[in-house]
């Protein structure tokens, strides 16, 4: 079994930065292979792909309305992965969840339901 824990959601002034955190226990995908992912739902919207990293290599993947603010990383011995969220503005603001799958075409695509994995989310809120 895979669990994982988000952490490190907070109120942020926009233009700050923030960082949050998903640790995983549990089984970890054979030769590191899989795919793990941020998901973001706002209040009174539908839950949106934020970014991926293929787990084996590091690659990240963003979705246009994050890219260049945000970066996705991972520390593969503490079995981590971050997103440090750099000049956010309110529209960042929901409820941020980390996704996990073994398969790697969801990695790009961004497909909750190939996510079998899923944290209980962690808040984060932008005022301006």
């Not at 669990?3 to 955190?21: F, H, W």
């Not at 990293?53 to 603010?69: C, F, H, L, M, Q």
């Not at 398969?103 to 899923?118: D, K, M, Q, R």
């Amino acid at each position: 079994q895979v669990q994982l824990e988000e952490s490190g959601g907070d109120s942020v002034q926009a233009g700050g930065s923030l960082r949050i955190s998903c640790t995983a226990s549990g089984y970890i995908f054979g030769r590191g292979r899989g795919c793990v992912a941020w998901f973001r739902q706002a209040p009174g919207k539908e839950r949106e792909g934020v970014a991926s990293i293929t787990s084996v290599d590091g690659a990240p993947y963003y979705t246009d309305s994050v890219k260049g603010r945000f970066a996705i990383s991972q520390d593969v011995e503490k079995k981590t992965v971050y997103l440090q969220m750099n000049n956010p503005g309110p529209e960042d603001t929901g409820m941020y969840y980390c996704a996990a799958t073994p398969y790697l075409n969801p990695c790009t695509a961004l497909v909750e339901g190939y996510f079998p994995y899923w944290g209980r989310g962690t808040q984060v809120s932008v005022s301006s």
